[in-house]
């Protein structure tokens, strides 16, 4: 893990991981929204600089960068892991939310995918950058995969092994 984090550059050249990818810009021609689907079916939906969601192939939540926290599945719940830093080492500290934070925590991040489509569509808009070039169903498939994210039942993907 990095000692620590910085602003990507151009998270768009940087997520070569995602082979189908695009991003919208904001009317100030700063990035606003990179979606893009690794080779597996995962998605990844990155909201500005602080707002991260990935998902796997059955629209199943795996992780989550939310105001500067990193979450992970443990399959029945979400733990929020904190990065506790020495001048030797950084650990994660790890802390499991309870139900009603799960369910505010679900809820927020369906209504910010909801946002993301009523932005992108009410503007009709296109990407600034696409991945393949010019892919004219991205939209139309993010819309499609927000769908299956809101049904998903489980809606959190199993759980994400820790590496030692």
């Known amino acids: 893990m990095a000692r620590h984090e910085a602003d990507r550059e151009d998270l768009f050249a940087e997520a070569r991981a995602l082979v189908r990818r695009a991003e919208w810009l904001n009317v100030a021609g700063r990035p ?3 979606v893009g689907w690794r080779s597996t079916g995962w998605l990844s939906i990155y909201l500005g600089p602080d707002l991260m969601y990935q998902f796997d ?3 199943r939540l795996r ?3 939310v105001a500067g926290e990193l979450y992970r599945s443990q399959g029945d719940t979400l733990a929020r892991l904190n ?3 020495t001048a030797a080492e950084t650990t994660l500290v790890r802390y499991d939310l309870d139900t009603t934070q799960l369910s505010e925590f679900r ?3 369906l ?3 909801s946002q993301l489509l009523v932005n992108l569509t009410a503007s009709n ?3 600034e950058r696409c991945e393949p070039v010019d892919d ?3 939209l139309d498939d993010l819309q499609r995969a927000c769908q299956q994210i809101s049904i998903a039942d489980p809606w959190l993907a199993p759980a994400i092994a820790v590496r030692r």
């Open 57 to 59: 192939a059955g629209g």
């Open 111 to 113: 209504n910010d995918l």
């Open 63 to 65: 992780r989550a960068y």
């Open 83 to 85: 990065r506790e830093r």
């Open 32 to 34: 606003l929204t990179l």
């Open 125 to 127: 808009v296109a990407p």
């Open 136 to 138: 004219p169903a991205i």
């Open 107 to 109: 809820q927020q991040m």
